[in-house]
């Protein structure tokens, strides 16, 4: 007689244990991290939006050092801003002035183009390094993308924030879907609306995907713990991708300044902000996110900025402020706690069953007679 | 051997045989609506907010007259504003007067205060009617306000769009509150943050309110079908209250214009606006909201607002146009359906058992050897 467990279409596909997907946050995500996930029996992932294709070669070679279970890459698909002459970049950096100054830095130094790896160039590792799972942030990817990652039997997904743009990673021929809800820290992956106001629920993004698409939906933000999951599993999803959860893990890459912000928040301390890298991500809101908030704050476009905030983001944390520092989060991030990555999983699941469990002793066999009227 | 039912420590306490609480939607809600829900063995609902205290005693009498089950009824807890001179009007009416022309109506004449029926009165009124439930919207109610309708045997709830609003509402003595997430339909409750921008979504707001209140959490916002409720049960909910998804019951006081623009909606065409009451609320956007949230359009503080906009409002539906109307409307109306309310009700029941059954078969026992290593 075996144990419990979940089972989803999606997560036998993936020979999943359990249908949890590690959220592959750019910067945070360790091959540490992804392997602790794998080997309990959920999809760890890999955040490679900033990593040149070595560096996807290395990281993923030091995963399969530590797992043979499947995994999942991550890209961000952002065009290229067309570079930024130096002359033009003043006053964004002007406006940066007086918090390096504050925190005895000489002000940022110009960005220099190309602000992001090449797509083409990560692709191409991808195909060749062979994950189970790739998936996209930020935009759709181009159909005969799609087709050349399924013709080296890779998985492959997209995010969605809205109907529209789900429909368009179904028809380019994704194999799922990441509902990213409002509730979700980090960078919105909207393409087709504002990605500042059209801000979905996870619960009705969920239901409303789940309804319209004939792929599996996998339900992203705002999750938790145990009782999030079994919601999202309630609402049709195929499995519940965690971001902020894993965070504070010892495995991931987050300095301490970062994880006791998490940890420490009481609440929904979260807001969208746009300064830091020039995108729209949800973070715990800190003194640069409430200053800059103000007013026509100047910037460069995504992924520029993050040039020239990388310094102060570095410096705040090494001098253990979080005031400057880019704090991504999730809305229930008041519910972070510290467990090992494999021991999360394991817990998550544990509640999952114990939830479902819970919602079946709700369902009681009532006496015949009922529904009144007069 | 009798039907299966759910059951929730609150929905026992109310008597209701089945925990689906109908939103007290001022303006939409009639006696025949609520009685249709009550009858069905959920709680039916009046919006109050904007009744004067005769009207409330004429509406709760013609629902009495439709059933002998518990009701709710709500009011809105907005401090008055202080009048606004006419003069000091002038450019909230000149914003208004092309819209008016438009429709050829002469422009609105200036708010005449009070501006809203006085709330000591409301409640007053509610002690001698004793409805089986008082909720609040917007703000807290005094200790002192709980204290006299739990003396008459009411039961007290309010909402809440964050922890900190909930533990006042918690503190102040109420028997629940209600969980209004992002993605709910109509005026924001919020009073202790900006409801503009501190949106949490209702997956995170229910799970971080049960995991931080003693007292029974209600969710609202997104929930249109039995997935979505067995989703807000599984989070630990004990009722869920829905509004968009009453509003096209034939029972309902909405227009058809009104009703036809919720059934039409295709995703979440949703947005804020303060434009027509004077307050944040989430509708379907049409042209009045989008041109509205253009610069900084001049408006009168709530609800002076809602008199200048009432006509156009009303000439717009009568003209079968839904660009000026007042299309209140949750993040998941494009799941809205045509139903009566009392079917409706039963059919929520049978999707969220027939959801709970689906969970159950994710679970599966599986063989002794998992969890792999390296």
Redesign the interface.
Known sequence: ????????PLSERLAL?VPIFQAPMASVTTPALAAAVS???GLGALGCAYMQPDVMRRDVAALR?????PFQINFFVAPQPDPVPAAAQREAIDALARYYRELRLAPPEPAVAPYAPDLDAQLEAALELRPAVVTCHLNELPAERVAALHAAGIVVGGSAT???EAKRLEESGMDFVIAQ???AGGHRGSWMRDPQ?????????V??L???LDVPVVAA?????G??I???????AQAAQLGTAFIPCPESAATEVYRAALVDA???ET??TDKFSGKPARGLRNRYMRETAQGDFPRLPFPAQNQLTAKLRTASAQGGSPEFMALWA???V??SRRLPAGELVRELERET?E??NR??Q???????Q?????
């Open positions: 007689m075996g144990a419990v467990r979940l089972t989803t244990e080997n309990a029996g050092g530590l797992t043979r279970r809205c109907v529209a809800g409002g509730e106001t059209a801000l979905t629920g996870t619960l009705a993004l239901r409303l789940v309804r319209r933000g705002g999750i938790m713990d009782a999030g079994a919601a999202v599993l309630a609402l049709g009481a609440e929904d807001s969208l999730g809305q229930a008041a519910l069953l939830t479902i919602l079946e709700r369902c009681v066999t009532s006496t015949p009922r529904r009144h009227g007069t």
